[in-house]
T-cell receptor
Framework: GEDVEQSLFLSVREGDSSVINCTYT??????LYWYKQEPGAGLQLLTY?????DMKQDQRLTVLLNKKDKHLSLRIADTQTGDSAIYFC??????????????FGTGTLLAVQP | DSGVTQTPKHLITATGQRVTLRCSPR?????VYWYQQSLDQGLQFLIQ???????AKGNILERFSAQQFPDLHSELNLSSLELGDSALYFC??????????FGPGTRLTVL
């Protein structure tokens, strides 16, 4: 099927690291993405990783990819209250054919406690 | 700000009505994607256009249709609206197919 799975909720204290996990479906997906959605807002592309990479770092964000287990994670260092949002992982499955439609996970609500 | 604009921001209408949602992609982006976000279905791909032509369809109902115009803006038409069509509708545009930039969305409420 096309289910991308994420845990629903994560609570952390300000200043701690947050790790959001995702299990995707298509081992041949070329790109994997993390989007952020703040309340009442649209989807902000945070970062993405190409499938031939194991890790990508971008300032406070670190993405880890385990292709064997089809597992993707997003680590946010020094988490701030402004990081409170819903985080979606997404893939573009190769079996989607000619389109590059995104298949989204269920989203993880990150709550940062001051 | 992603550079993708959507109008209107909010839309409230009644069952059985028809509405049109509008999306203007980022300058130069040829691809437009439409997605629906609802509490029960999550974020789902509806349809994609590339340079005026339909490229792919997802979970789009027959009551829904879309088009992309020569100036690359796109419209999503929803007809015979039902309560269950209440959702956030996003469009995204893409310069190359590995990045999609989302608009702020249109929140549709069907009463």
């Amino acid at each position: 099927g096309e289910d991308v799975e994420q845990s629903l909720f994560l609570s952390v204290r300000e200043g701690d690291s947050s790790v959001i996990n995702c299990t995707y479906t298509d081992s041949s997906s070329t790109y994997l993405y993390w989007y952020k959605q703040e309340p009442g807002a649209g989807l902000q592309l945070l970062t993405y990783i190409f499938s031939n990479m194991d890790m990508k770092q971008d300032q406070r964000l670190t993405v880890l990819l385990n292709k064997k287990d089809k597992h993707l994670s997003l680590r946010i260092a020094d988490t701030q209250t402004g990081d409170s949002a819903i985080y979606f992982c997404a893939e573009i499955p190769r079996r989607g054919g000619a389109t590059n439609k995104l298949i989204f996970g269920t989203g993880t609500l990150l709550a940062v406690q001051p | 700000d992603s550079g993708v604009t959507q109008t209107p921001k909010h839309l409230i209408t009644a069952t059985g009505q028809r509405v049109t949602l509008r999306c203007s992609p980022r300058s130069g982006d040829l691809s437009v994607y439409w997605y629906q976000q609802s509490l029960d279905q999550g974020l789902q791909f509806l349809i994609q256009y590339y340079n005026g032509e339909e490229r792919a369809k997802g979970n789009i109902l027959e009551r829904f249709s879309a088009q992309q115009f020569p100036d690359l803006h796109s419209e999503l038409n929803l007809s015979s609206l039902e309560l269950g069509d209440s959702a956030l509708y996003f469009c995204a545009s893409s310069p190359q197919d590995n990045e999609q930039f989302f608009g702020p969305g249109t929140r549709l409420t069907v009463l």
